[in-house]
C-alpha cells in the first residue's frame, strides 16, 4: 500500500515562505494524481493544488503564490508556498490516487491515499 509524509511545516510570519514536501514509501505512477489540501480550525478541509493527466490546478486562494512540483527521482512532491498570510494557517495533507480520466483531481473524495499532514501556521 502506498506510504505518504508529508514534511516541512512550522511556523512563518506574513509574508514569508515555506516549502511542503511529500515523499512517498513507494514510486508514485505519473498516471496517478497528486495533491494538495489543507483544513483549518473549524473549516472543512478544501483543495489547494494538484497534478494530474498532464494538468495542474490550483485553489483561487492560493494561485500566484503557490507552487506545486514533483522531484520523479526522490519521489517527492513539493508545494512551495510564498506569500503566506493567516488564512493559509492549517494542517496540510498531500493525497494520491489513480484517478479516473476526466475527474478533477481537487475532488478530494476521489483520493484513497493521504498523508498524515503537516502544521502550518502563519502568525506575527
Known amino acids: 500500500q502506498v506510504q505518504l509524509v508529508e514534511s516541512g511545516g512550522g511556523l512563518v510570519q506574513p509574508g514569508g515562505s515555506l516549502r511542503l514536501s511529500c515523499a512517498a514509501s513507494g514510486y508514485i505512477s505519473d498516471y496517478w494524481a497528486i495533491g494538495w489540501f489543507r483544513q483549518a480550525p473549524g473549516k472543512e478541509r478544501e483543495g489547494i493544488s494538484c497534478?494530474?493527466?498532464?494538468?495542474?490546478e490550483y485553489a483561487d486562494s492560493v494561485k500566484g503564490r503557490f507552487t506545486i512540483s514533483r522531484d520523479n527521482a526522490k519521489n517527492t512532491v513539493y508545494l512551495q508556498m510564498n506569500n503566506l498570510k493567516s488564512e493559509d494557517t492549517a494542517v496540510y495533507y498531500c493525497a494520491a490516487d489513480a484517478l479516473l480520466y476526466g475527474t478533477r483531481c481537487l475532488d478530494q473524495d476521489q483520493y484513497d491515499y493521504w498523508g498524515q499532514g503537516t502544521q502550518v501556521v502563519v502568525s506575527s
Open positions: 497534478s494530474f493527466d498532464g494538468s495542474i
